[in-house]
Every structure is written in structure tokens, then in C-alpha cells.
């Protein structure tokens, strides 16, 4: 089992930024890669950014060059820097872990951005 606690959330004007945390704990050694979602209100939840073990990045098309997603293995923790934040970046964002034993997620941070 894995974890995870989120951190970072809240409101911010457009065109300002928020660094979201997400520190995992539990059986870390299982994880493969972690990342990051996002939920707006009824939208379907979609991937914001992702990190493997081995240090592969990907990112959503639309959010590249404003959203950075990194990690400290040492805190077993992933961040996602937020720039030039937009009001239709409004949702809950979610951390994520995927294991060999199946996908585990956070409690979900939300991320208000007023226009």
C-alpha cells in the first residue's frame, strides 16, 4: 500500500503560481511512476504531468512550458510548479502512484484561480 498526502493547493490570481507537494510513504519501493491529475467541475479527470522511476517526464500538450513536475527521492516527495496559472486551470488536483499493485491516489488538493 501506498500513501499519499498533498499539499500546496489554494487561490491565486491569474498569472501567478503555486508549487503543489505530494509526499509518498508506505511500500515506495513498489511505485513506477508518479504524477499529477487534475478534476474541474464536470470534466473527467486528466493527466497534468507524470514521472517515472527513471526520470521520464510527460506532460498534458496544453500545459507544457507553464506546469514542471519534480521529485526528491530523498523526501520521497514529487512537486508541480505552477506558472502563469490561468482560470481555466481551476480544478482539484490529485497526486498519484502507480505500483505494480494498481493505482493509488491522494486526497485530492484544490487550486482556485481567480481572473
Known amino acids: 500500500q501506498v500513501q499519499l498526502v498533498e499539499s500546496g493547493g489554494g487561490l491565486v490570481q491569474a498569472g501567478g503560481s503555486l508549487r503543489l507537494s505530494c509526499e509518498a510513504s508506505?511500500?515506495?519501493?513498489?511505485?513506477?511512476?508518479m504524477g499529477w491529475y487534475r478534476q474541474a467541475p464536470g470534466t473527467q479527470r486528466e493527466l497534468v504531468a507524470r514521472?517515472?522511476?527513471?526520470?521520464?517526464?510527460i506532460y498534458a500538450d496544453s500545459l507544457k512550458g507553464r506546469f514542471t513536475i519534480s521529485r526528491d527521492n530523498a523526501k520521497n516527495t514529487v512537486y508541480l510548479q505552477m506558472n502563469s496559472l490561468k482560470s481555466e486551470d481551476t480544478a482539484v488536483y490529485y497526486c498519484?502512484?502507480?505500483?505494480?499493485?494498481?493505482?493509488?491516489w491522494g486526497q485530492g488538493t484544490q487550486v482556485t484561480v481567480s481572473s
Open positions: 498519484n502512484a502507480n505500483t505494480y499493485g494498481g493505482d493509488y
Open positions: 514521472i517515472t522511476s527513471g526520470g521520464i517526464i
Open positions: 508506505g511500500s515506495i519501493f513498489s511505485i513506477n511512476a
